[in-house]
């Protein structure tokens, strides 16, 4: 049903895999490790553009707040004329509030179609309590003969034979029985960085935010039940989702920093050159303001 997203992200990791292959040899482990992280990387990256847009929306909507506020109060009686005159001033400003959405929505297709990708090398029931993402039961012996979309039957052995620090990067904590404190070794502390780093993205990402949030609980909400289901959801997924995680989190993490920096800078460089301007065209002491004739 979402071909159109498995394909590219299969194609995506498998030049990944085969250029770390290349160097580290195909039955490596940490060239499947690399392909994951920099899938990841080739992803966000190209997704900059539209997060960077996004935060420029985002900053021109605070410094709005006043005269959003203000259209709110002369028309809190016509509701009508309150959402015209609001979205007509966002439109004179360049500002449109459903960009936001595009960045969220394509990592959530991301995520899928990775998550997909990496669960259907192994379609032997392993993860069908798994919601999302569920393909036909095949025996072992089928499995490893069946290729996975870009992937072929040798690739798919080896993700399977692929190991992180004695992990197999297709186990889960939950379902990890003999391998459990393997696993968890490797699992729990990269369960652990994703939900810091998801907690101080949102972090953030609510400083950011316009106004006041209506909602008293959503902000302790939002800080620490979505990276509790982090880490709860994290014991239910491979161990490669979990490097997805831990990437894609930091690597959010890094990007918010360094545009926010970037953005209070031109914000400030702003505020400097419209005082500046303030202060030129002011009158000098002792000279009195020239009228212009009617």
């Given at each position: 049903?979402?071909?159109?997203?498995?394909?590219?992200?299969?194609?995506?990791?498998?030049?990944?895999?085969?250029?770390?292959?290349?160097?580290?040899?195909?039955?490596?482990?940490?060239?499947w490790v690399l392909a994951v992280i920099f899938l990841v990387i080739t992803l966000r990256a190209a997704l900059f553009l539209p997060f960077l847009k996004q935060a420029r929306s985002q900053a021109v909507m605070q410094r709005l707040q006043p005269r959003v506020k203000a259209i709110q109060q002369k028309y809190r009686d016509d509701p009508r004329r309150k959402n015209t005159e609001i979205q007509q001033l966002f439109k004179d400003n360049g500002v449109n509030p459903f960009a936001?959405?595009?960045?969220?929505?394509?990592?959530?297709?991301?995520?899928?179609?990775?998550?997909?990708?990496?669960?259907?090398?192994?379609?032997?029931?392993?993860?069908?309590?798994?919601?999302?993402?569920?393909?036909?039961?095949?025996?072992?012996?089928?499995?490893?003969?069946?290729?996975?979309?870009?992937?072929?039957?040798?690739?798919?052995?080896?993700?399977?034979?692929?190991?992180?620090?004695?992990?197999?990067?297709?186990?889960?904590?939950?379902?990890?029985?003999?391998?459990?404190?393997?696993?968890?070794?490797?699992?729990?502390?990269?369960?652990?960085?994703?939900?810091?780093?998801?907690?101080?993205?949102?972090?953030?990402?609510?400083?950011?935010?316009?106004?006041?949030?209506?909602?008293?609980?959503?902000?302790?909400?939002?800080?620490?039940?979505?990276?509790?289901?982090?880490?709860?959801?994290?014991?239910?997924?491979?161990?490669?989702?979990?490097?997805?995680?831990?990437?894609?989190?930091?690597?959010?993490?890094?990007?918010?920093?360094?545009?926010?920096?970037?953005?209070?800078?031109?914000?400030?460089?702003?505020?400097?050159?419209?005082?500046?301007?303030?202060?030129?065209?002011?009158?000098?002491?002792?000279?009195?303001?020239?009228?212009?004739?009617?």
């Amino acid at each position: 049903m979402l071909d159109f997203i498995y394909y590219p992200v299969s194609a995506i990791l498998w030049v990944w895999h085969t250029a770390f292959a290349a160097v580290l040899g195909p039955a490596s482990g940490i060239a499947w490790v690399l392909a994951v992280i920099f899938l990841v990387i080739t992803l966000r990256a190209a997704l900059f553009l539209p997060f960077l847009k996004q935060a420029r929306s985002q900053a021109v909507m605070q410094r709005l707040q006043p005269r959003v506020k203000a259209i709110q109060q002369k028309y809190r009686d016509d509701p009508r004329r309150k959402n015209t005159e609001i979205q007509q001033l966002f439109k004179d400003n360049g500002v449109n509030p459903f960009a936001s959405l595009v960045p969220p929505i394509a990592q959530l297709f991301v995520f899928l179609g990775l998550f997909h990708v990496l669960r259907s090398f192994d379609r032997t029931g392993t993860f069908d309590y798994l919601p999302i993402g569920r393909t036909a039961t095949m025996t072992a012996e089928q499995n490893a003969a069946t290729a996975n979309y870009l992937f072929g039957p040798t690739d798919v052995q080896s993700f399977l034979h692929a190991e992180l620090f004695g992990a197999p990067l297709s186990a889960t904590l939950a379902g990890a029985g003999e391998l459990l404190s393997t696993v968890a070794i490797v699992a729990l502390p990269l369960m652990l960085i994703a939900a810091v780093a998801t907690h101080f993205t949102v972090r953030a990402a609510m400083d950011r935010q316009p106004g006041p949030t209506r909602v008293p609980f959503l902000r302790p909400l939002s800080l620490w039940a979505i990276p509790a289901a982090a880490i709860l959801g994290g014991a239910m997924v491979p161990v490669a989702i979990l490097l997805y995680f831990v990437t894609n989190n930091a690597w959010t993490l890094a990007q918010q920093q360094i545009v926010y920096r970037r953005l209070d800078a031109e914000t400030a460089a702003e505020a400097t050159h419209v005082a500046a301007r303030a202060v030129a065209s002011a009158p000098k002491p002792g000279v009195k303001p020239k009228r212009q004739r009617r």
